[in-house]
């Protein structure tokens, strides 16, 4: 089917391959915060990791987004909304602890999923229990 075939080839799907082939587990389209009911497109949970892949022209890219000549009253304010919301989103998430990451659905999957996973990785360790490694070896003796 048509549509099925473009979603399937969608940046957001691509990203999500590579981080798959990459070994990563995460969920999709889930809200990182129950009480936030915003949904961000990839979230890796226990790294509190949010990722969001922003539409070109529906979250106003700034080399992609032409205003619409026609019915602009309704438009502008809509877009504008939505760059809103998403800026309150990071906010709220940062808040929480959670590490937010945008990308313009016009970037390279490739690069996308590299800061990912370079995040991911930094968030996983930065996370760790602290162990408390091997024990010390007893300080050389001067002889
Ligand atoms: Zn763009």
Redesign the pocket.
Known sequence: MQGNRSRDTSPEVAIRQLLHAAGFRYRVHRSPLKELRRRADIVFGPAKVAVFIDG??WHG?????VPPKTNSGYWRPKISGNVARDRDTDIRLKAAGWTVLRF????SPEACSATIAAAVREQRAARAPVSPGPPMPPPAQPS
């Open positions: 070109c022209y890219c700034p080399e992609h987004y313009w659905e016009h970037e």
